[in-house]
């Protein structure tokens, strides 16, 4: 069992900056590759970033490509979403998520943080 709690949501001009944070417990962090999603009232869960365990290979959906790193510490359990050149359209709440190395889905889902983009 993995918990995940996602912090560092806020309000912010368009054009400008936040990273939000993950912290994981539970079993070993390291075994888990894991993803940033967002989701706005009425639609979907969209994925936004993943990255493997290691963190040596990340992936970025296409509306987020230039603007957003997604990264991992595995010696503080911490995932993060540093997110730049903010766009009003990047207003949802955010997720992290982790699965398993052999699982398709993610299985183990933080509460989710909001974030505001302010044109």
């Known amino acids: 069992q993995v918990q995940l709690v996602e912090s560092g949501g806020g309000l912010v001009q368009a054009g400008g900056s936040l990273r939000l944070s993950c912290a994981a417990s539970?079993?070993?962090?390291?075994?888990?590759?894991m993803a940033w999603f967002r989701q706005v009232p009425g639609k979907e869960r969209d994925l936004v970033a993943r990255?493997?365990?290691?963190?040596?290979?990340?992936a970025y959906a296409d509306f987020v490509k230039g603007r957003f790193t997604v990264s991992r510490d595995n010696a503080k359990n911490t995932l993060y979403l540093q997110m730049n050149n903010m766009k009003p359209e990047d207003t949802a709440v955010y997720y992290c998520?982790?699965?398993?190395?052999?699982?398709?889905?993610?299985?183990?889902w933080g509460q989710g943080t909001q974030v505001t983009v302010s044109s």
């Open positions: 990255i493997s365990a290691s963190g040596g290979i990340t």
């Open positions: 998520a982790a699965r398993g190395k052999t699982e398709l889905k993610y299985t183990y």
């Open positions: 539970g079993r070993t962090f390291t075994s888990y590759p």
